[in-house]
């Protein structure tokens, strides 16, 4: 009688017949599979072809098999809840896998009941594998690998964790093979680089380190098959209950294994089971009689465990819940160390001396943070500080290496110190200033008295590279445009810790004041109020010298109100009186007083913005004093804005102060009406990472019905910064009814105006009819409509940013070599700006391309006079070359209509590149190969042949004219267009 076959045998035969049909299909494949039909065969196909990756990453990192195997579960399971939202880059899901792989062990490493079994395990663990200095070197590459870009990170788990050849790796990654082993060849130079400065130094290559040992055939079979009936059974969504599902799960695992050592009572695992069946959608234990149980609503506790935390339901009124992102969550910033010395003006070390990381402050409201040192100089002036790890140079604002901080170092006797975003690895010297000019002055009001009490705060502080104001002097006297002027040549302390850590100063009975601390050669910019005159912010230098007072931005305006002051050292202010506003704030429908709300100017004073401010006390009233009589700084009429106490929904209103008696003060009472809490994340739609600092900004449709119950929420001039936190996550203030939440990242990497494409029948020429302000979804990278139900306390709002695909590019001279340090137009989706690329760079990437979008990708070589273009995107290649060609120049000269030459203005292309219906193409060039004299006279190089050129007249950011239209040029052609006429603008 023949056998049957059981167990692993049957499985192996099952898995045969599979894999026939399966081994040849791609991981986006697979996945695809098992998104549309919880297809388990090809989960397991995808387990079988990542996990010994996946299982030698996790052991890698915790060095206990036991725990290794959790974060393993873990992470399959994370990738089976996110199969219908991923979309592997290239064609290979490893990349992906070994970053949620290396976050999940050292997720479970944290936990400190688990840390301390690892302790209690690892010595025989370790003794049994013989595993010591090379166990810890090989945790070490893999976190840093973890650390690497995308475009490195990626080809190093193919070839070395997956074992796949280049020829196999640039299959899947859809590049070419010269292209990954470049880029492999730059990953093991910046892992090197990155683990020498750790204190690493490998005695052999690092990357060989990696190739994990593949388990057999049967634990591979089993392990696969075990994960792809517990992935299917899950839900496909990121819901409540896939997250529940993965950690139920995972404990359930734990508990079995400590009730066959006798650590726990068997009982507890048999509640947990029980519990695991109240999930929708988890698998039912062995031997339970059903599947899942009821949906799940309000409230939870796990059976059988007393005392276990509720876990809320997130879902609300019918809505779809928002997604249970704990899986992703975003892990605190990486750190890294940096060294330093600080020195004084004469080049001795500095010992003592405070050292302080200021990382950006992006909000200009609220009080100003209290910066901690966070190291002092020792006897040779040397320190040691934890800075944030420069970012990949793809998602960073400064420079690759870059530290996304300021240094900061303060001695007594001496100004700040101040190194910039210093580059990782450089060691920065810090060199303290002389403090010998301190900066004095006087407060007057507008009858010539003293103004006692007066509080002076430092807001900003600025230098030159070269700690000499000379040429920023000479240069605002010659372009007197000061804001201008200032950014181009001086630069910082970043953020509003300055005021924490130099001065205020307060004014004597005579009016009187002095600030030290600051150092020479400086520029400051000083927040001057007080409760009897308008506040006012001007700029002082620790120089000696008459008041300056020139136009912010353009040289040309007369208007006072668009002046900025630099005074010298010593000055005297006379400060114009102030209009008080006083009132109270309550809730519309209860009437309860409101404490702790904050009311303000709308508009902003000063570089950096600053507001005039107060705060309602326990009874919700308030006296607000700075704001002056007549018009603020933008021409605006005065206006009060209220915002709601720290933690409250009350959306913000803004009332006008209409014009009275200045001397009498004026009341504005505001009820304000509760609305609902938006909360949410963005995220990066392909890997499901939240998005940092995204900027917010939230609309109603004009035809809200709800509109007229929050009155003066609507108003245009209510505009402030919201921005997601590190994770992605934000919490917003919206109202009942139809509304719309815009994010846009900081990161050109993603694609533009998305979300709105339903719409379409309410555009208004670019526009959306909503307020505040009607909104432009141009201006966003997703919106997400949102439909608030009256009463809710919560909104759920998920706003998926698409990085859409990108393609490499390669600009060839005629002779078919590359040229590097080219200028490409048309790299991202959004500011689509001439950028030049490093020299030595043969290749650049062209983000954020949409499925069936074409886009205009042009470059030009300044030392070779060639210049080139090319679509990118639709059906074309992921690799392209453009053919450069001799460029054509075009010089002649401009004037006005009475023949005379305009000088003092900029010769500018259009900014934006597009195809024309019609098939035309309108073109571009920068701005560095367009040259403009004081005679007139103007030289435009890098045209190309099938373009068309507009060219319009700019001074200081005023349209003057718009000289040339419509300029075609043949290839290598040289044109003289003669003297051109500049028609004032209608």
């Not at 209950?241 to 404990?251: F, I, K, Q």
């Not at 526009?767 to 909104?775: A, D, G, M, N």
């Not at 068309?948 to 001074?955: A, C, I, M, P, S």
């Amino acid at each position: 009688m023949p056998r049957p076959v059981t167990g692993a045998a049957l499985l192996h035969l099952h898995r045969l017949f599979a894999e026939g049909s399966l081994a040849g299909l791609t991981d986006a494949q697979l996945l695809g599979r098992f998104a549309a039909d919880r297809d388990e065969a090809a989960f397991a196909a995808l387990v079988d072809r990542h996990g010994p990756m996946v299982l030698g990453v996790c052991r890698a990192v915790l060095g206990d098999a036991h725990v290794a195997e959790d974060a393993f579960q873990a992470t399959f399971l994370t990738l089976a809840r996110r199969s219908g939202v991923l979309r592997p880059a290239g064609e290979s899901l490893g990349g992906y896998l070994h970053r949620v792989a290396h976050r999940e062990a050292r997720r479970l490493n944290a936990a400190d009941a688990r840390r301390r079994a690892l302790d209690r395990r690892a010595a025989a663990e370790a003794a049994r594998r013989g595993a010591t200095a090379d166990s810890d070197l090989i945790a070490a590459v893999h976190w840093a690998v973890a650390d690497l870009p995308d475009r490195l990170r990626l080809p190093v788990v193919l070839c070395h964790l997956e074992g796949r050849t280049h020829a196999q790796a640039a299959a899947e990654l859809l590049w070419g093979e010269a292209t990954v082993r470049r880029r492999l060849a730059d990953a093991r130079d910046l892992l090197r680089s990155r683990l020498t400065r750790e204190g690493i130094a490998p005695a052999v290559g690092v990357l060989a380190l990696l190739r994990p040992d593949r388990p057999s055939a049967a634990a591979s079979a089993l392990r696969a098959d075990r994960l792809a009936r517990l992935a299917a059974s899950s839900p496909a969504g990121p819901g409540l209950g896939a997250g529940l599902v993965a950690a139920a799960t995972a404990w359930a695992s734990r508990l079995a294994r400590l009730a066959s050592q006798g650590t726990v009572r068997v009982a507890s695992v048999a509640s947990l089971g029980a519990a695991l069946c109240l999930i929708p959608g988890a698998p039912a234990p062995v031997g339970a009689p059903g599947a899942s149980g009821p949906p799940l609503t309000g409230r939870v506790t796990l059976a059988g465990a007393p005392g276990a935390p509720e876990i809320p339901s997130p879902i609300l009124r019918g809505e779809p819940q928002a997604p249970d992102d704990k899986d992703d969550e975003a892990e605190p910033m990486k750190r890294v160390t940096l060294t330093g010395r600080v020195e004084r003006p004469d080049g001795m070390p500095a010992a003592g001396a405070r050292v302080f990381v200021i990382e950006p402050d992006y909000q200009p409201i609220g009080p100003a943070p209290e910066p901690e040192a966070a190291a002092r100089a020792d006897a040779d002036g040397r320190f040691t500080v934890q800075v944030p790890a420069p970012k990949a140079a793809e998602e960073a604002a400064e420079a690759a290496g870059q530290i996304p901080a300021h240094i900061i170092a303060m001695a007594d006797g001496f100004g700040p110190a101040i190194a910039e975003s210093p580059t990782e690895g450089e060691p920065p010297t810090l060199r303290l200033v002389p403090d010998d000019v301190p900066i004095s002055g006087r407060i007057l009001d507008i009858d010539g008295q003293p103004v006692p009490g007066a509080t002076i705060r430092v807001q900003s502080l600025s230098r030159s590279p070269d700690e000499d104001l000379e040429e920023w002097l000479t240069t605002l006297e010659r372009e007197q445009a000061a804001y201008a002027v200032q950014y181009r040549l001086l630069s910082g302390w970043p953020g509003r810790s300055v005021e924490r850590l130099i001065g205020p100063a307060t004014t004597d009975a005579d009016g009187r004041f002095r600030l030290e601390g600051i150092g020479r050669e400086r520029v400051v910019g000083l927040w001057i109020e007080a409760q009897t005159i308008e506040t006012t912010v001007v700029f002082a230098r620790t120089r000696p010298g008459e008041l300056l007072r020139f136009p912010t931005f353009n040289p040309h305006d007369t208007e006072e109100r668009h002046k900025a002051s630099y005074y010298g050292n010593e000055f005297e202010l006379v400060a114009g009186p102030t209009q008080v506003v006083v009132g109270s704030v309550r809730d519309a429908d209860t009437g309860e007083p409101l404490a702790g709300a904050v009311v303000q100017s709308p508009s902003a004073l000063g570089n950096p913005l600053g507001y005039i401010q107060t705060t309602t006390d326990a009874e919700g009233r308030y006296r607000l004093t700075g704001l002056s009589t007549g018009e603020d700084s933008l021409g605006n009429s005065n206006a009060v804005l209220v915002r709601p106490p720290d933690g409250e929904p009350y959306p913000m209103l803004l009332r006008d102060v209409q014009p009275g008696d200045p001397t009498a003060p004026v009341t504005i009472d505001f009820e304000m009406k509760r609305g609902a809490w938006i909360v949410g994340r963005v995220f990066n739609k392909v890997t499901g990472e939240g998005v940092s600092r995204a900027g917010l900004q939230y609309f109603i449709f004009e035809d809200n019905p709800h509109r007229e119950d929050y009155r003066g929420f609507d108003y245009p001039r209510i505009s402030f910064p919201l921005q997601s936190e590190e994770d992605g996550t934000f919490r917003i203030v919206g109202i009942p009814g139809r509304g719309l939440v815009g994010a846009r990242s900081g990161n050109e990497g993603f694609r533009i105006g998305l979300g709105v494409d339903h719409l379409k029948a309410e555009d208004n020429g670019g526009f959306l009819r909503t307020v505040p302000s009607q909104c432009i979804p141009s201006s966003f990278n997703t919106m997400v409509e949102v439909d608030i139900p009256e009463g809710a306390d919560t909104f759920p709002c998920e706003i998926p940013l698409d990085p859409g695909h990108w393609i490499e590019v390669r600009a060839v001279g005629p002779d078919g070599k590359p040229r590097t340090g080219v200028w490409a137009f048309g790299k991202a989706d959004f500011y689509r700006l001439w950028r030049r690329e490093p020299e030595g760079e043969e290749t650049f990437d062209v983000t954020a391309l949409g499925p069936d979008e074409r886009r205009l990708i042009l470059v030009a070589h300044e030392g070779d006079r060639l210049a080139g273009m090319a679509m990118a995107g639709g059906d074309g290649p992921d690799a392209l070359a453009i053919e450069m060609q001799p460029w054509a120049e075009v010089t002649g000269r401009l004037v006005d209509p009475d023949g005379r030459p305009f000088a003092s203005a900029a010769l500018k292309p259009r900014d934006f590149v597009k195809a024309g219906a019609d098939g035309s193409r309108v073109g571009s060039v920068p701005d560095e190969l367009i040259t403009l004299g004081d005679d007139g006279r103007f030289h435009i190089r890098g045209l190309l042949p099938g373009l068309t050129y507009t060219f319009w007249l700019d001074r200081d950011n005023r349209i003057l004219g718009q000289p040339i239209t419509e300029l075609t040029v043949e290839a290598g052609e040289e044109k003289d267009l003669g003297d051109v006429v500049v028609e004032p603008p209608e």
